[in-house]
């Protein structure tokens, strides 16, 4: 019998190179991620723009007044009159800048929202003059876009236009939204022409470019009998098919085989079905007599043609769908001769001969491996190679891997009790998940990735693709050279910051500035404030100076901050975390309610380990209290040069207070395109899984928006618990019966199109949505979905409010490096090896037709720099290359808790931090649903099944402020 190769993964996430992680003053909070968070219940019912506080249909506010105060607090007129019946807007409440144009008569007060399609532009008379720049789109651009830039088999743009105002069908559930009736019924936009601005350069990538077959696959399906669930089994079984009758029945075919149910040759078989006997040997030692035989029927039926002529219309840009199918079977031909040599783990394979192996203790040690997959690409098809590394369980008896487990001899004592409990829920644990999960047994673990750029061209050797049997059975060539790519150095945006700063204006280098000699260019205000100690080796005297300096790097950095606290510091156990929050927050509070405030602050320094203490004091300060908090370690009190932490600081609780750190100069100027010319709202999404085995734990939705247009650097944000892994956002829009008034809207689209009205003035005439999370299999659903949640979002606030909206996906978790063509070249390289921030590729490794790009917007900490990969999935603003690319780049220098800029745009980035704060809301889930005694079918049964628990609401004084940050 052959010996079964098992792969497992391992629960250990790749630590991310965001430079605002683990470096700031905060590390807990940095590390655990954090959000500002709102429950999205609605009060008062229905919101308009108008006066009438709730009433939709588009009719404006009184005499044209914009969002009155009381708007906030009561039902509306409609709400409190009306009971449940339809409204339709009288012809006085039509008109107001707030309200837009009020509904005609006979309009319903809930008119039907819109079909989805491209939204037309409408002139909007900012009463400002933007000034070029050089990034805007020149006046010829539009004429050679379509000439040089399009292949001229693509449909004209009349032709593109009318496949993007495909319908659909409104009130439908998610489910019916998450495919358009045909896969061809919708495109994505075209790349609008490649971007010329910045300092042109070359930049390797670990794509490796490969030439298109000229034969035609045929696929054939495979039944094996009895079944067996593990791949390498079956693989076994096909081995030996192909060794016995590849000459006399397979027409000297040499299939690829994919584990599982399907077979593929370069050309037919000279059979439609046939079937075979295969009779696998256990390979254990002793005489072939003795060793243990197993019979296998195996039916190899014809199923299809895979046609490579449509993938070579694809990469010519003649056909808008990926086929798929062809891929894969490109995928599994050059993933045949790995599979035998090393051990695979989904796309990745590693081996102990690939490199270096590494001792990690605890029964582990670490293999080298790597990644591959066929791309499409501007070139043609690449093959994208990746380096990845894998712990593996050491071949160890069970008492040296106790041993290693414990760290001490086992042998000397018996087991203590801890003891046996830490060993059997380590082993348990593992050997349940993967057993029950896999149905096999434990083999190694998949935890981390590191990279070099020899090492692609190591692997490439290694793996010797051009004496490859399968690829030249199918007629593959890949290239042994790394691709060499056309890129662009962006420059770094200039930054202002208040005008009483010795330097008013910063210009960041290498991705990098400071707070030396700059004050921040809106200071908060923190009048009242108090500190409490839940480290018990800190003592009082130590925590009072501590907060005193803190206090001085706040006024210096240009906050208003009163120097002294309400109340004394407080020293309190942490497994008393709520009493000591609540009794402490009465006191002051009777202090204070004298002279009508309210408290400002909470600082608060936590042990170094400190367990659950962080999430409980964040929940309980946040949904229960009312208390903006900033937590310090214990480690960062007794820090002897702490001054660059305590600034690191300042920047939290300056945006925790209500104020700004820094905006870009460009913003203040009006001059960024297609966002300063008239009010532009930029959203950010993203949405949070449970880790593998939490089997009944939601999914944490979260919607971020600025704020404060033209500025675009506060972040109002919004967070949801919904179905177990469901992608999809399905808060966005939502709506609800109510007894009294009837068919109720809401959702987070429309909350945060309410809050920047309020704090604008002005209605968003044009929506950024950056989406992050979702893979390239899932662009169809999300972009269908969501688009359709912000349509029916806007039109539930007037009739005809359609703001153009540019939809745009934002992955970090793909496998593509970037590295300098010469690291020996000091001008094209920073500190760490890695690519300069700001290189951008919007060529050749992209893809063939549609708009996306690569964009390295950050400097490199350890590790080979990822570059974040950006995919427009719909366009009405119409942006340029060079528009979007340097929006994206300078927004990754407005992040507000560091002086670095960040390697995916800000409001991704807060929209992910929103979401891991949002499961420190979650009660703990006491049912049983998601135990290992039921299964882990069952508990993804249950967990499908049950009702999600909202989040408790978030207290109102901490909506109002960046609290996440």
């Known amino acids: 019998?052959?010996?079964?190769?098992?792969?497992?993964?391992?629960?250990?996430?790749?630590?991310?190179?965001?430079?605002?992680?683990?470096?700031?003053?905060?590390?807990?909070?940095?590390?655990?991620?954090?959000?500002?968070?709102?429950?999205?219940?609605?009060?008062?019912?229905?919101?308009?723009?108008?006066?009438?506080?709730?009433?939709?249909?588009?009719?404006?506010?009184?005499?044209?007044?914009?969002?009155?105060?009381?708007?906030?607090?009561?039902?509306?007129?409609?709400?409190?009159?009306?009971?449940?019946?339809?409204?339709?807007?009288?012809?006085?409440?039509?008109?107001?800048?707030?309200?837009?144009?009020?509904?005609?008569?006979?309009?319903l007060f809930r008119p039907?929202?819109?079909?989805?399609?491209?939204?037309t532009q409408v002139p909007y008379q900012a009463g400002v003059t933007t000034h070029p720049s050089p990034y805007q789109r020149p006046a010829h651009t539009d004429a050679e876009a379509h000439s040089s830039s399009r292949p001229?088999?693509?449909?004209?743009?009349?032709?593109?236009?009318?496949?993007?105002?495909?319908?659909?069908q409104l009130g439908a559930s998610p489910c019916d939204a998450m495919q358009p009736a045909s896969s061809k019924s919708m495109r994505f936009p075209l790349r609008p022409g490649k971007g010329s601005y910045g300092t042109k350069c070359f930049v390797k990538a670990n794509h490796f470019f490969a030439e298109l077959p000229e034969k035609d696959f045929h696929h054939y399906d495979v039944s094996i009998t009895p079944e067996i669930s593990v791949r390498d089994v079956n693989r076994a079984v096909i081995q030996q098919l192909v060794k016995l009758y590849r000459e006399s029945h397979l027409g000297q075919r040499l299939p690829a085989y994919d584990g599982r149910k399907s077979l593929y040759t370069a050309g037919p078989l000279p059979f439609v079905s046939r079937e075979f006997k295969i009779i696998l040997i256990d390979e254990e030692d002793g005489p072939a007599s003795t060793r243990r035989q197993r019979e296998f029927k195996v039916v190899i039926k014809f199923a299809a043609r895979a046609d490579l002529h449509h993938l070579g219309m694809f990469l010519q840009g003649r056909l808008a769908d990926v086929p798929q199918e062809t891929l894969k079977v490109l995928d599994i031909v050059l993933r045949q001769l790995p599979t035998t040599r090393f051990y695979s783990a989904s796309r990745s394979f590693y081996s102990p001969h690939l490199g270096r192996k590494e001792h990690l203790g605890e029964g582990l040690e670490s293999w080298r491996g790597f990644y591959q997959s066929i791309r499409p690409t501007q070139m043609g098809l690449s093959l994208n190679i990746d380096m990845s590394s894998s712990a593996f369980i050491e071949p160890l008896p069970v008492i040296d891997f106790v041993a290693q487990l414990l760290n001490r001899d086992v042998s000397a004592k018996p087991l203590s009790d801890a003891d046996r409990v830490k060993v059997r829920y380590c082993i348990s644990s593992l050997y349940y998940f993967f057993t029950v999960r896999f149905g096999c047994m434990l083999h190694f673990f998949l935890f981390t990735e590191l990279g070099h750029c020899t090492f692609y061209h190591q692997t490439v050797h290694h793996n010797a693709y051009s004496e490859d049997p399968y690829a030249k059975e199918f007629g593959i060539e890949i290239s042994q050279k790394l691709a060499q790519v056309e890129a662009r150095i962006l420059p770094a945006p200039r930054l202002k910051y208040h005008d009483s700063s010795r330097d008013r204006d910063c210009l960041p280098q290498v991705g990098q500035w400071n707070m030396m000699n700059r004050r921040m260019i809106n200071g908060g205000t923190v009048n009242s404030w108090i500190c409490i100690n839940f480290a018990r080796n800190v003592r009082d005297n130590m925590a009072q100076s501590f907060c005193h300096d803190l206090a001085q790097m706040c006024i210096t950095s240009g906050m208003a901050f009163n120097p002294e606290p309400i109340l004394p510091v407080f020293t309190g156990r942490p497994d008393q975390v709520e009493r000591v929050l609540k009794a402490r927050f009465h006191d002051v509070m009777a202090k204070l309610q004298h002279h009508g405030k309210e408290l400002d602050l909470l600082i608060v320094i936590l042990p170094?380990?400190?367990?659950?203490?962080?999430?409980?004091?964040?929940r309980i300060c946040?949904?229960?209290?009312?208390?903006?908090?900033?937590?310090?370690?214990?480690?960062?009190?007794?820090?002897?040069?702490?001054?660059?932490?305590?600034?690191?600081?300042?920047?939290?609780?300056?945006?925790?207070?209500?104020?700004?750190?820094?905006?870009?100069?460009?913003?203040?100027?009006?001059?960024?395109?297609?966002?300063?010319?008239?009010?532009?709202?930029?959203?950010?999404?993203?949405?949070?899984?449970?880790?593998?085995?939490?089997?009944?734990?939601?999914?944490?939705?979260?919607?971020?928006?600025?704020?404060?247009?033209?500025?675009?650097?506060?972040?109002?944000?919004?967070?949801?618990?919904?179905?177990?892994?469901?992608?999809?956002?399905?808060?966005?829009?939502?709506?609800?019966?109510?007894?009294?008034?009837?068919?109720?809207?809401?959702?987070?689209?429309?909350?945060?199109?309410?809050s920047f009205h309020r704090a604008t003035g002005q209605k968003p005439q044009r929506i950024i949505f950056y989406r992050d999370g979702v893979s390239e299999g899932q662009f169809y659903q999300v972009l269908l979905y969501e688009l359709d949640a912000i349509r029916k979002a806007c039109a539930s606030l007037e009739p005809n409010y359609q703001p153009p909206v540019t939809f745009v996906v934002v992955q970090k978790r793909h496998h593509t490096r970037l590295f300098a063509s010469n690291h020996n070249d000091r001008h094209a390289v920073d500190k760490s090896g890695n690519i300069l921030p700001g290189t951008v590729v919007d060529s050749k490794i992209c893809h063939p037709t549609e708009f996306d790009f690569y964009l390295c917007s950050h400097a490199g900490v350890k590790g080979t720099s990822r570059p974040a990969h950006y995919h427009v999935l719909w366009d009405e603003n119409k942006f340029t290359a060079d528009a979007l690319q340097s929006l994206t780049n300078n927004l990754c220098y407005t992040y507000v808790r560091c002086t670095r800029s960040v390697s995916v745009v800000p409001p991704v980035y807060y929209a992910h931090l929103a979401a891991f704060r949002a499961r420190f809301y979650m009660e703990p889930d006491t049912s049983d649903s998601g135990s290992m005694t039921g299964g882990a079918r069952n508990a993804k049964v249950a967990a499908a099944n049950a009702a999600v628990r909202p989040l408790p609401q978030l207290k109102e004084n901490v909506k109002r402020v960046m609290f996440y940050c």
């Open 1 to 107: 019998m052959v010996t079964d190769k098992i792969v497992v993964t391992m629960l250990r996430k790749k630590r991310t190179d965001h430079p605002g992680r683990g470096k700031g003053p905060d590390s807990q909070e940095t590390e655990r991620g954090h959000g500002r968070v709102q429950h999205l219940h609605q009060q008062g019912g229905v919101r308009g723009w108008g006066q009438q506080r709730g009433g939709y249909g588009g009719h404006g506010g009184r005499g044209g007044r914009i969002f009155p105060q009381q708007y906030y607090d009561g039902p509306s007129e409609y709400q409190q009159g009306r009971g449940g019946q339809q409204y339709q807007a009288p012809p006085q409440h039509r008109g107001g800048i707030g309200g837009g144009h009020g509904a005609p008569a006979g309009v």
């Open 112 to 119: 039907p929202a819109p079909e989805l399609h491209q939204a």
């Open 152 to 168: 001229p088999e693509v449909t004209s743009s009349q032709e593109t236009q009318h496949i993007q105002q495909q319908v659909i």
């Open 608 to 618: 170094d380990n400190n367990g659950p203490l962080y999430g409980n004091l964040k």
């Open 622 to 754: 946040e949904t229960d209290l009312g208390i903006v908090s900033q937590c310090c370690l214990q480690k960062n009190v007794y820090k002897a040069n702490k001054q660059q932490y305590l600034a690191n600081v300042a920047l939290k609780i300056n945006v925790k207070a209500g104020g700004r750190n820094t905006v870009l100069v460009d913003a203040l100027t009006r001059r960024i395109p297609l966002v300063s010319d008239r009010p532009t709202i930029i959203f950010g999404a993203d949405v949070t899984h449970p880790q593998p085995g939490e089997d009944s734990s939601p999914s944490i939705a979260a919607v971020v928006a600025s704020q404060d247009w033209p500025e675009v650097t506060k972040y109002a944000g919004l967070v949801c618990a919904q179905a177990h892994r469901q992608e999809l956002i399905q808060d966005l829009y939502k709506t609800w019966q109510d007894p009294v008034r009837g068919t109720v809207t809401g959702g987070m689209i429309k909350e945060l199109l309410i």
